[in-house]
């Protein structure tokens, strides 16, 4: 008796339950769009994908729920790594992740370069300010927010620079002397 054709097996998802294929359509479609619109990122957040333009079209809610699909099928399919809880890299630029507080010292030079422009031209800095100042493609925004929030409660910590209200920055009392 000859030996039946050996079908490929369902793929399969967390624990083990079969992807339906509306469930790999949104992974794929998740997959295209970071192809498409991080390229040059190194990394991403879970946030910078909320805002790519594959799910524009669905809720908020509903957005967040295929990006969650999505990531969770990439995953099992080998094809991203969950670097932290919010951190995610493809396969092929693992290498190039580390951690924000190694960004942060990588990049703390630049970013207090960025501050004092800002802050010499007479105006008070924000986060926000400095990450639209900051030129680097291999970056998301997102990612440059975390890392310009963490260097500035170092900057604050060491008096490079105070809190003036909510968001907004000035030179601090080591800047003064």
Do not use: C
């Amino acid at each position: 008796m000859a030996r039946p054709e050996n079908k490929r097996p369902a793929e399969r998802g967390d624990y083990g339950t079969p992807v339906t294929t509306r469930e790999g359509e949104i992974a794929n479609a998740l997959l295209a769009s970071i192809k498409r619109e991080l390229a040059d990122a190194d990394y991403f957040t879970r946030e910078d994908l909320i805002h790519l333009g594959a799910f524009n079209f669905v809720a908020t809610i509903t957005r967040y729920n295929y990006i969650r699909i999505g990531i969770r099928i990439l995953i099992d399919r080998g094809q991203m790594i969950e670097k932290s809880r919010t951190e995610l890299v493809m396969v092929g630029k693992a290498k190039k992740w580390q951690p924000i507080a190694k960004q942060v010292s990588t990049q703390e030079e630049n970013i207090l370069q960025l501050t004092r422009q800002i802050l010499d031209s007479g105006e008070k800095v924000t986060v926000m300010g400095v990450v639209d100042a900051w030129k680097d493609q291999n970056l998301t925004q997102n990612v440059k927010r975390s890392i310009v929030r963490n260097a500035f409660l170092q900057f604050v910590r060491d008096g490079i620079i105070e809190h003036v209200s909510m968001g907004v920055y000035s030179y601090g009392r080591a800047s003064k002397t």
